[in-house]
């Protein structure tokens, strides 16, 4: 009975769904980014600022999918790179100065066991 439910819900709720997401999709026109116009008017280039337009294939609708591109993955690639490098460095530097640190330490008690002596 509560199994009968589900079902008839998942299929009340796939109605609203992208059709790409429940069938098998031909793209169309490759991941591009989207013009001003687009920007305002389809809500799917809203998260990614790119998008692709695809074809269903069993239902023949036309519509537009969000997308990542490749040149926009590189640059966060490289944006990820840098910022692991900068903070690797900070990292090294504190490592040195403490380093130093317990260098002058040790130095320190050195000489004062020396000078006991």
């Avoid at 793209?27 to 074809?55: D, H, L, M, R």
């Avoid at 519509?63 to 926009?72: P, Y």
């Avoid at 490289?78 to 040790?106: H, M, N, P, S």
Wanted: aromatic share 12%; net charge positive.
């Amino acid at each position: 009975m509560v199994w009968d439910w589900h079902l008839s819900f998942l299929s009340a709720s796939t109605s609203n769904l992208p059709c790409w997401l429940v069938e098998e999709f031909v793209v169309t026109t490759e991941c591009s980014p989207c013009s001003n116009f687009q920007a305002k008017t389809t809500p799917e280039c809203g998260p990614t600022g790119y998008v692709e337009k695809i074809t269903c294939s069993s239902s023949k609708r036309i519509e537009f999918k969000s997308c990542r591109s490749a040149l926009m993955e590189q640059h966060l690639f490289w944006k990820f790179e840098g910022a692991v490098v900068f903070v690797a460095l900070i990292f090294a530097c504190l490592v040195i100065i403490r380093q130093r640190q317990l260098d002058r330490k040790a130095l320190e008690k050195v000489r004062k066991q020396i000078e006991s002596i």
